[in-house]
């Protein structure tokens, strides 16, 4: 389990297809901190530490990954958000963010706003596909807060921090990115659906 905020950026260094996987290596300043078996959140997406090098470590990513997530069109040289698990005695500052990815959305605009920026995203719109005025989502496995909330898309506000220490400063319209909706959001639309 994660919380949604990005302890480090680390640079895709090389890229690996193995029949349906691809396997991701990084540089990472926390690379030396980092076991094999670990779970490490990557743009969201939780995928497990197979190999360790000097500055950089490896993942696998299996096509049901890669075509739910926006992995399968990293290249070399991209910024890659990651978190490590939560601690049990760690305090949770962002929401809680699984690791399992639901979809992309494509950021269709990103404005200044006195200082910070906005950026809005749309997705097709299905079953537990939801996002709730100032409720949380993930994006890129970072936690953010719902505004202007849609069927089809949100918009969120990034403070400077944010935009400077995650891949935020790279998007554009038509970025591609992983959305994990709220886990509770997600429960009570499937209870809903069965007590109709």
Not at 131 to 149: F, I, Y
């Amino acid at each position: 389990m994660f919380s949604g905020i990005i302890e480090s950026v680390a640079t895709v260094a090389a890229l690996r297809k193995d029949g349906g996987n691809l396997h991701i290596t990084l540089f990472s300043p926390i690379a030396g901190q980092l076991k094999i078996d670990q779970s490490i959140a990557h743009n969201g997406v939780c995928l497990t530490v197979v190999e360790l090098g000097k500055d950089s470590y490896t993942v696998t990513a299996i096509d049901e990954t890669l075509q739910k997530s926006n992995l399968g069109s990293l290249k070399t040289g991209d910024k890659v958000n990651i978190e490590r698990s939560m601690r049990p005695d760690a305090l949770l500052d962002g929401h809680i963010v699984q690791g399992h990815v639901d979809m992309t959305a494509r950021c269709v605009e990103v404005r200044e706003a006195d200082g910070s920026h906005v950026c809005r995203f749309e997705y097709e719109p299905g079953e537990g596909r939801i996002t709730v005025e100032k409720g949380s989502v993930a994006v890129n496995g970072v936690s953010l807060t719902v505004v202007n909330s849609r069927d089809n898309g949100f918009e969120v506000a990034i403070i400077p921090y944010t935009w400077e220490h995650t891949n935020f400063h790279t998007f554009a319209p038509g970025t591609v990115v992983n959305i994990e909706f709220d886990i509770i959001g997600k429960y009570i639309t499937k209870l809903m659906k069965n007590y109709r």
